[in-house]
């Protein structure tokens, strides 16, 4: 399995910036997926979720209202659309296939089993 991140870059406050997850070894549209961030010094956070079919969305407070998770089940694709980026918002974002071990909506790491390598987003104020 192999989890593909990407898009990353320079942007500036009030931004916008899409990140993608192309999957691999997996049956992609059976996955829920998420996208997780890692800011220096700091513990891994979730960011967003999406359900296997794509219908259902969950969101971090921090970035509800500007960020939006969508999928492409037919590219294996998984996307990011960050909007009015924060300086605070600078981090390694990270995607991840959930866990359907446990049921439920995650949001923590640990329910997450295939990560990608993560992507760094820097936003300058």
């Known amino acids: 399995v192999q989890l593909q991140a990407y898009g990353g870059g320079l942007v500036q406050t009030g931004g916008s910036l899409r990140l993608s997850c192309a999957a691999s070894?997996?049956?992609?549209?059976?996955?829920?997926m998420g996208w997780f961030r890692q800011a220096p010094g700091k513990e891994r956070e979730f960011v967003a979720r999406i359900s296997w079919s794509g219908s259902n969305t969950y969101y971090a407070d921090s970035v509800k209202g500007r960020f939006t998770i969508s999928r492409d089940n037919a590219k294996n694709t998984v996307y990011l659309q960050m909007n009015s980026v924060k300086p605070e918002d600078t981090a390694v974002y990270y995607c991840a296939s959930a866990d359907p071990a446990y049921g439920g909506i995650r949001y923590s790491a640990p329910y997450y089993k295939y990560w990608g390598q993560g992507t760094l987003v820097t936003v300058s104020s």
């Open positions: 070894g997996l049956t992609f549209s059976r996955y829920a």
